[in-house]
């Protein structure tokens, strides 16, 4: 099992930045991907980015393209949003997911509150 904890999120005024942190915790040993999906009210969830442990090659929702930046310590298996520029649309719930073996994305952090004011 792996446990993934979340921090980092808060209240920031449009324009602002924030910097969103995960740490992984218990079996992260074959951890193949991290990464960060959002959910607004009312709206379903959606990816935001992620990184590939091996390469660190990044992904990104073309939403948040230029304006969020995914980093990891594969050492400490931790993983890093920074986001800047925010906008009040990314106003959401932010979840911390865990890619372990390729298996796709089957553990989830409880989520951060991002919330952009206008």
């Known amino acids: 099992q792996v446990q993934l904890a979340e921090s980092g999120g808060g209240l920031v005024q449009a324009g602002g930045s924030l910097r969103l942190s995960c740490a992984a915790s218990?079996?992260?040993?074959?951890?193949?991907?991290m990464g960060w999906f959002r959910q607004a009210p009312g709206k379903e969830r959606e990816f935001v980015a992620s990184?590939?442990?091996?390469?660190?090659?990044?992904y990104y929702a073309d939403s948040v393209k230029g304006l969020f930046t995914i980093s990891g310590d594969n050492a400490k298996s931790t993983v890093y949003l920074q986001m800047d520029s925010l906008k009040p649309e990314d106003t959401a719930v932010y979840y911390c997911?865990?890619?372990?073996?390729?298996?796709?994305?089957?553990?989830w952090g409880q989520g951060t509150q991002v919330t952009v004011s206008s």
């Open positions: 997911v865990a890619d372990i073996n390729g298996g796709g994305w089957k553990y």
């Open positions: 218990g079996r992260t040993f074959s951890t193949y991907r």
């Open positions: 990184i590939r442990w091996s390469g660190g090659r990044t």
